[in-house]
């Protein structure tokens, strides 16, 4: 039973295209994140939704837009791809902290390694 | 969040207690530690949180020091499996900074 899935597991595109990243959680949980991986291992947030409703956009851009058609899916949809989208994405969810858990730990997807040639 | 620092890598030897160092001298009082490690190729994973006192599950032991400027992980009988980075993060559990915010982690070997 996995709890945050990816699809694609791997993507590669050419400079130019549009992809999806899809991601799905089975926990329940009310917020999801994108995070992005890059060469240099760093794992950086790129946005966070609560119940469908965007509530973290770091500076990312415009062509990177997220969308949640219910709380359990989070995608990711990115326009004219560049080179320097080539990373490594991850999905996360949490439980809301408003319900009442005091922490908030995050599970993490697997991982969508995305390659522009 | 407060800003954290580890030793870039470490090894240890299979079977043997591996203790990983993490100072946060900035760390606010409603601050919580967490733990996470991310396994080559894998997602991060959760191991283990702290406001101030220590805390154990089925991973590992958090030791938090009294003044809370740092913490140690615990994995008590290490195993190759347990070979990863080690990510120390502080931060709020609630609120508006859902998000945790990555530094470079520790690199631990565990060696047969």
């Known amino acids: 039973d996995t709890a945050v899935s990816q699809t694609p597991k791997y993507l590669v595109t050419q400079m130019g295209n549009d992809k999806s990243i899809k991601c799905e959680q089975n926990?329940?949980?009310?917020?999801m994140y994108w995070y992005k991986q890059d060469s240099k291992k760093f794992l950086k947030i790129m946005f966070s939704y609560n119940n469908k409703e965007l509530i973290i956009n770091e500076t990312v851009p415009n062509r990177f837009s997220p969308k949640s058609p219910d709380k359990a899916h989070l995608n990711l949809h990115i326009n004219s791809l560049e080179l320097g989208d080539s990373a490594v994405y991850f999905c996360?969810?949490?439980?809301?902290?408003?319900?009442?858990?005091?922490?908030?730990?995050?599970?993490f997807g697997p991982g969508t390694r995305l390659t522009v040639l | 969040d407060a800003k954290t620092t580890q030793p870039t890598s470490m090894d240890c030897a299979e079977g043997r207690a591996a203790n990983l160092p993490c100072n946060h001298s900035t760390i606010s009082g409603n601050e919580y530690v967490y733990w996470y490690r991310q396994i080559h190729s894998q997602g991060p994973q959760y191991i283990i949180h702290g406001l101030k006192n220590n805390e154990t599950n089925e991973m590992a032991s958090l030791i938090i020091t009294e003044d809370r400027k740092s913490s140690t992980l615990i994995l008590p009988h290490a195993t190759l499996r347990d070979t990863a980075v080690y990510y120390c993060?502080?931060?709020?559990?609630?609120?508006?900074?859902?998000?945790?915010?990555f530094g470079s982690g520790t690199q631990l070997t565990v060696l047969p």
């Open positions: 926990l329940g949980h009310d917020t």
């Open positions: 993060i502080v931060r709020v559990p609630s609120g508006s900074a859902r998000q945790l915010t």
């Open positions: 996360a969810s949490s439980q809301d902290p408003f319900t009442g858990r005091l922490y908030n730990e995050q599970f």
